[in-house]
């Protein structure tokens, strides 16, 4: 490996640890961001949503183990939405071969823009938890769907819905992190089969995620409320979504 590869994956690592620590403090994975990261960085997109849904799996079990050795992780709670995401999300990463690149790219701007909002304005007062196992089983298909499409966890979405419906932050942050990798390992084994993996980049950008879960995770359990981190990541996805639409709009600052 010389020199100017050693600098290429150097960038991808740093870019990866400081994104997954960010957003493992919100108890979700980076691969909403990271992947259309690496798409105007020149990686191509199925490349990038393939690497950006194993990462938000190595990054998110190594939260889940530290949270279930805490006793703060509710399985039975997290169980329909990990049996859901589970069926649907391989079907929308199948289902993206037949879509258009710049349809998928503007569902992906949609998908950052919905979360921003839900994270910016799920400040409903906790009155009744809508807790029927139907209604988790429905966010965890619809959710997967689309984010087996576009390439990410689904986790930021899935989070402020769960706040909506009257749910702790930090028990739902819990339990998505333990719901990431089944949806994003099964994502990832269907976009195997259609597409050319870059296994060095693969295993470098993994190595950071997992270091950006422990840190992400350990500032969020005993350094950060649930609010400020949903408030840092609502911005850096407005500003990312921004930034896409300017580039699909070809417009150049």
């Given at each position: 490996m010389n020199g100017s590869e050693l600098l290429h994956y150097g960038v991808y690592f740093l870019l990866t640890l400081a994104l997954s620590t960010l957003f493992s403090m919100g108890g979700v994975g980076a691969a909403i961001v990271l992947v259309p990261t690496f798409t105007m960085m020149g990686m191509p997109l199925n490349l990038a949503k393939a690497i950006g849904l194993f990462i938000n799996s190595a990054s998110t079990i190594t939260a889940s183990v530290m949270n279930f050795f805490r006793g703060v992780l509710d399985v039975g709670f997290a169980m329909p939405l990990v049996i859901s995401i589970l069926l649907a999300t391989p079907v929308g990463a199948w289902l993206s071969q037949y879509v258009q690149k710049e349809v998928?790219?503007?569902?992906?701007?949609?998908f950052l823009l919905v979360s921003a909002l839900l994270l910016i304005f799920s400040h409903r007062e906790t009155k009744v938890v809508y807790d029927k196992a139907w209604i988790l089983y429905l966010i965890g298909g619809s959710v997967g769907l689309v984010s087996g499409m576009i390439g990410v966890g689904g986790g930021s979405l899935i989070m402020p819905l769960l706040i909506l419906l009257g749910f702790d932050a930090k028990k739902a942050a819990y339990a998505i992190s333990f719901v990431i990798p089944f949806s994003s390992l099964g994502g990832f084994a269907t976009y195997l089969s259609f597409v050319h993996m870059d296994w060095i980049m693969l295993g470098v950008v993994t190595v950071a995620a997992i270091m950006g879960g422990y840190i992400g995770d350990r500032i969020m359990h005993y350094n950060l409320t649930?609010?400020?981190?949903?408030?840092?990541?609502?911005?850096?996805l407005l500003l990312l979504s921004a930034k896409m639409v300017m580039k699909l709009l070809h417009i150049n600052v």
């Open positions: 998928v790219e503007w569902i992906l701007v949609a649930p609010g400020q981190v949903k408030k840092l990541i609502a911005v850096l």
